[in-house]
């Protein structure tokens, strides 16, 4: 359950536990604890009441539901400690499963969002037990709940999670990860801007210290942590990053401070769009950055702009778009050849820049469309067509959206489209390929296969000698012509459930 079904329950569950609480009956609220809690733990039960140790079969997304209720029960109960207790012991008990803790610690976390829970004597006790000694499924939930306790005593938990991110130890990950729990209740029902505004200023700066991080996954979470936070107070923050991009020398710095202005972006909390519309083109011109990592950080910065915010491109993409237009080439100098024990191996280290520039170019198809050249954006699908496996079968995907988007324009490129698309279905695979080659080999083709079907629905397609050629060379080869009728009925199927949910009139000719 989530969203407003999950919302639902849980009020008619507050109203149970008032209801349970006067009799004596199934309807008491530690009946209906046990009866939550019985996926996750055995039937016994410990000197606290509540079930015990070791098994279940519930999947864990459901844990954040089930923690919910078990919540409301406890809060309106007014059985809330004990509850609380009873799983900090259950977490630090050593014969506890992974998913016994997870879900003590997912209903700590649903607790102290309400409840000051700084008089549990072990509390942090166990947070540290299940950072040095858990698995990181468990030690995710548990920053999660560090984060999210906040709300029960804002002056006591958040310096702590602070002066832990302060402190050179190997639990930084997942501190980082608490405090982006934290930031993101930002605003809410019990934290306020202006509750944690007294330590803004130190979490900004533990962050900053940190930018420069050598390994991207940390330096995504930095950049994350500091992108929400900026969404607080964006006409204060905001310069601060541009101050620093600027500045810097340092390549991971320049990433992480993009990739933060990125979480603002697509941070919908506050109207933030006036302040990021002159400085969005500061972070956007780092797509002509001379350091590759530092480009592609740029293009997905563009990327979530694009649909997010395409607004704030509107004045800027005549120059920025030949800077995403530049990324899509393939670059000689970013291929290198490996040795592989007797084998020579090919790396392209311009692929993943690349293949980013297309994403893009197929965001814009759907936010900027009518901003776009759609004759030299075509030149550049067309392109892709010849480059590696993902960018092709994102390609083909370009052409049927091409053909619902600008039919007519299609139509007058449909031979530049088609010899590309004649040679892909004409390739083999090689003589000593392996069998996931020749797999991805025929998926390419089914992609290929797709993109003719949607080029058959331009406007007299029947007169169009290109894909006449094509459908030749379909029909010509038997594994080929099966795989047409396969992918045509799929699409025609596609097709009439479409048309029968009212989303868009069904053609399948």
Known sequence: MQGSTLTAVVEAIKILAVIGSKDDTDLKPTVL???????????????????????????????????????ALALASGTDAAVVAACITDILTKDSSENVKMISLAVIAEIGYYSDLSSQPKLQEAFHFVFENGKDDS????????????????????????????????????????????????????????????????????????????????????GECLGKLTALEPVRFVPLLIDVLQKTPAVQVRCTMITAIKFTVSDERRAIDPVLKDAIGVFLGFLNDPDLTVRRTALTLFNCVAHNKPVLLKDKLNVLL???????????????????????????DGLDCRKAAYECLYTLLDSCLDQLNIFEFMDYVSRGLTDHYDIKTLCFLFIRRLVQSAPLSVTQRVDQFVVEIV?????????????????????LKRAALRAVHSLTLLPESDKS?????????????????????????????????????????????
């Open 423 to 443: 040679k892909l279905l004409q390739s083999k695979a090689k003589p000593n390929a392996v069998k996931q080659e020749h797999e991805k080999n025929d998926e």
């Open 465 to 509: 000698r290109s894909i006449a050629e094509v459908m030749g060379t379909i029909k010509a080869v038997p594994d080929l012509a099966a795989m047409w009728e396969h992918v045509k009925n799929e699409l025609t199927l596609t097709a009439v459930a479409t048309h029968a949910q009212g989303d868009v009139p069904m053609d399948t000719n």
């Open 33 to 71: 604890i046990k009866r939550f809690l019985q996926p996750v733990y055995e039937n016994t039960l410990n000197s606290q009441n509540i079930p015990e140790v070791v098994f279940s079969a519930t999947h864990r997304q459901g844990f954040f539901g089930t923690a919910k209720c078990v919540a």
């Open 139 to 222: 030690k995710t939930f548990a920053a999660m709940a560090l984060g999210k306790i906040c709300g029960g005593n804002v002056r006591k938990f958040v310096p702590n999670i602070i002066a832990e991110l302060e402190n050179e130890s190997q639990k930084q990950y997942v501190i980082l990860n608490a405090l982006k729990e934290l930031i993101h209740l930002v605003p809410s029902e019990r934290i306020s801007i202006e509750g944690i505004a007294p330590f803004v200023d130190r979490m900004w700066n533990s962050l900053l210290k940190r930018a420069g991080s050598v390994e991207e996954g940390y330096r995504n979470l930095l």
């Open 322 to 348: 030949p800077l995403v237009y530049k990324e899509t080439c393939i670059k000689e100098e970013l291929i290198r050849e490996v040795e592989m024990g007797p084998f020579k191996h090919e790396v392209d």
